[in-house]
């Protein structure tokens, strides 16, 4: 599956951003999807993950009622909502997919390129 992610920008802390992943290649609803985030000069780590019906979502907790993952399955796009931004959510966000049935947090198997989100105080 092919994925590439949109919607990365500049925003000021409090602001809100919404990134978009789409997927090609093959059948969208039979895989998990996620967002992973890479700081400079850090790993790259978890945000948010969530089925393949969107019904199970789980969050890292740093942006736990913050962030919201959703997918559209007629659309092959996965979602992330990014509310009350801060300096500290400034990353590379990647979205990224997994042929299974439950979504990890770890190993997944397709990744988008990434989009740069800033967010400046």
């Known amino acids: 599956v092919q994925l590439q992610a949109s919607g990365g920008g500049l925003v000021q802390a409090g602001g809100s951003l919404r990134l978009s992943c789409a997927a090609s290649?093959?059948?969208?609803?039979?895989?998990?999807m996620g967002w992973f985030r890479q700081a400079p000069g850090k790993e790259r780590e978890f945000v948010a993950v969530?089925?393949?019906?969107?019904?199970?979502?789980f969050y890292a907790d740093s942006v736990k009622g913050r962030f919201t993952i959703s997918r559209d399955n007629a659309k092959n796009t996965v979602y992330l909502q990014m509310n009350s931004l801060k300096p500290e959510d400034t990353a590379v966000y990647y979205c990224?997919?997994?042929?299974?049935?439950?979504?990890?947090?770890?190993?997944?198997?397709?990744w988008g390129q990434g989009t740069l989100v800033t967010v400046s105080s």
């Open positions: 969530l089925s393949r019906s969107g019904d199970l979502t």
């Open positions: 990224a997919a997994k042929f299974n049935l439950m979504p990890p947090r770890e190993n997944y198997d397709y």
């Open positions: 290649g093959r059948t969208f609803s039979n895989y998990v």
